[in-house]
């Protein structure tokens, strides 16, 4: 799977996590809310993706851990509020195996006057 974020001119950052690896643009298969993620909101994220059959095991594919999945998720959005110079993240392809979760790959776009302008991010109601 991927796990990422970005910024919305309108709304802020965005937590976003989806098919990971080279199904990302073919499947667009996504989810995303504003920080900070709730326990729920982290678990609806990983719940709405068409994906999240594999990810409990299917078959061949053997399920991986719920609550890394979710911790990663909470991470990126913690890392989201509290790193405002923090433009883009992306971890693709996130591997989450029986007892973990990890990036293979992250790569970081940063935007230094972001830093400067030290927004009030609130979650709407």
Do not use: K
């Not at 993620?37 to 299917?58: C, F, I, N, S």
């Not at 078959?59 to 979710?70: F, H, K, Q, S, V």
């Not at 029986?98 to 830093?115: I, K, Q």
């Amino acid at each position: 799977m991927l796990v990422g974020m970005s910024h919305d001119p309108v709304v802020g950052p965005v937590i976003a996590c989806g098919a990971g690896g080279t199904q990302v643009e073919p499947l667009r298969d996504l989810a995303g809310r504003p920080p900070p993620l709730t326990d729920l909101d982290a678990h609806v994220m990983v719940a709405e993706l068409a994906l999240h059959p594999l990810l409990q095991g299917y078959r061949r594919y053997l399920g991986g851990d719920i609550g890394a999945r979710e911790m990663l998720l909470h991470r990126v959005s913690r890392l989201a509020l509290a790193r405002l110079e923090i433009a883009e993240l992306d971890g693709n392809p996130v591997v989450v195996g029986p007892d973990d979760a990890f990036a293979g790959d992250v790569r970081v776009r940063l935007d230094w006057p972001r830093a400067e302008l030290r927004l009030s991010v609130r979650r709407p109601a």
